[in-house]
């Protein structure tokens, strides 16, 4: 869990320091549009598109941009995305997940092929590396709201299958079918989660050393910051000194 965690982490600061909020914001859209779409426009019938609201308005996307985003999905004209999961490899042999919402396969495809090549790693066929991950759903609070024992007991109660506490906050985990019902129960008694959400969680992590883990936080970084990229996971483990040098 640590190489999950800390690369969650490390993401998360980034996207909070990063300048062009416009294009975090359109990576929101894109995915409130399309799960929208997919769905009913009514968050609380859609799982999809309630999580996505949810992460918009964790990073503080005005609410009018929320509400464009729905009510495009509904236009004639809304665009459509297809959704692919890329797999590879990083330096190090770290095992690395990318999904994506693309109106153009080949240029995406294209894109992160040569990301992966440039950071020494390679692009792997659909299944390589999923098998290392397991397909989980999560629910994610701020250490605030409850302390580690008060929130292991309501998740468990829940119907949680474990949970995470540190420093940096409280970390549900549930299978994906009870992924909506864990978030609702949740929620009734802390409040809006900052996350709800399915993830990829690594089995087991690998240990980089520092020239490893530079290139390594230096291909996730370009990753994430393609415009259509959505998520970025990695199964890699750094010791915290390292940690705090790169992303300082």
Sequence with gaps: MAGHSQFKNIMHRKGRQDKARSKLFSKLAREITTAA????PDPTMNARLRAAIIAARAENMPKDGIERAIKKSQGSDAESYDEIRYEGYGPGGVAVIVEVLTDNRNRTAGDVRA???K????LAETGAVSFMFDRVG??????????ADAMFEAAIEAGAED???????HEIYTTTDSLRDVAKALEAKFGEPRKAALVWKPKNTVAVDDEQGEKLLGLL????????????????????AALARMSA
């Design 37 to 40: 779409k997919l769905g009913l």
């Design 115 to 117: 990301t992966f090549t």
């Design 119 to 122: 950071a020494g790693g390679n």
């Design 138 to 147: 999560v629910v994610e609070y701020d250490a605030a709201k409850a302390s």
């Design 163 to 169: 949970v995470a506490s540190n420093e940096g906050g």
């Design 221 to 240: 970084e370009t990753l994430n910051e393609h415009d259509d990229v959505q998520n970025v996971y990695a199964n890699f483990e750094m010791s915290d």
